[in-house]
């Protein structure tokens, strides 16, 4: 069974911090692993994603990476803002049996200070 | 704008009732799923559906039941038999797989809370 931990659970950092998030996942069988934003009472905002082949991904101040074998795949915020305070979740993928299946961590809650 | 609308934002429900919670994409995309958010616990599948006129159970089905009668709408009714329903529900869609790109998007979710 398919198990995702994000560590740390919470995270408080005084703005314009470089900051990682960390994701590990136990089974190394996966389709791709996406990184969430969800905001307080708000749905999931996609951040990136990455195909299993694919090493990392970048989009503005975010980097993410992703090393299968290990089961393992890190969030790199640069210059971190207060804007970016809120929950991030990462879920890896599965193909089974004709379906993408997402399995969620429980997240690492944000919260940058100015 | 392209995207996942779900609604309400709010629901309450009464016990022994039945509710509706409505999940509408104009993405064009096969695939819509359900999850059930709890606190301090990970987003749970509930039921997903690749195809129109097909679904299947996720991992928390019992007390749900879903349609997909149009390509662009999924909706879940609660039921009854649900003994915990009070928590935050997020539908989400994904192109089909095989297609290419696999990004799951997810809609603005509904808080159910039992009265």
């Known amino acids: 069974k398919q198990e995702v931990t994000q560590i740390p659970a919470a995270l408080s950092v005084p703005e314009g911090e470089n900051l990682v998030l960390n994701c590990s996942f136990t089974d190394s069988a996966i389709y791709n692993l996406q990184w969430f934003r969800q905001d307080p009472g708000k749905g999931l905002t996609s951040l990136l994603l990455?195909?299993?082949?694919?090493r990392e991904q970048t989009s503005g101040r975010l980097n993410a990476s992703l090393d299968k074998s290990s089961g393992r795949s890190t969030l790199y915020i640069a210059a971190s803002q207060p804007g970016d305070s809120a929950t991030y979740l990462c879920?890896?993928?599965?193909?089974?049996?004709?379906?993408?299946?997402?399995?969620f961590g429980t997240g690492t809650r944000l919260l940058v200070s100015p | 704008d392209g995207g996942i609308t779900q609604s309400p934002k709010y629901l309450f429900r009464k016990e022994g009732q039945n509710v509706t919670l409505s999940c509408e994409q104009n993405?064009?995309?096969?695939?819509m799923y359900w999850y059930r958010q709890d606190p301090g616990q990970g987003l749970r599948l509930i039921y997903y559906s690749q195809i129109v006129n097909d679904f299947q159970k996720g991992d928390i089905a019992e007390g749900y039941s879903v349609s997909r009668e149009k390509k662009e709408s999924f909706p879940l009714t609660v039921t009854s038999a649900q003994k915990n329903p009070t928590a935050f529900y997020l539908c989400?869609?994904?192109?089909?797989?095989?297609?290419?790109?696999?990004?799951?998007?997810f809609g603005q979710g509904t808080r159910l809370t039992v009265v």
């Open positions: 879920a890896v993928s599965r193909w089974n049996t004709g379906f993408q299946k997402l399995v």
């Open positions: 993405l064009n995309h096969d695939a």
């Open positions: 990455i195909q299993s082949s694919q």
């Open positions: 989400a869609s994904s192109i089909h797989p095989g297609a290419g790109d696999t990004e799951a998007f």
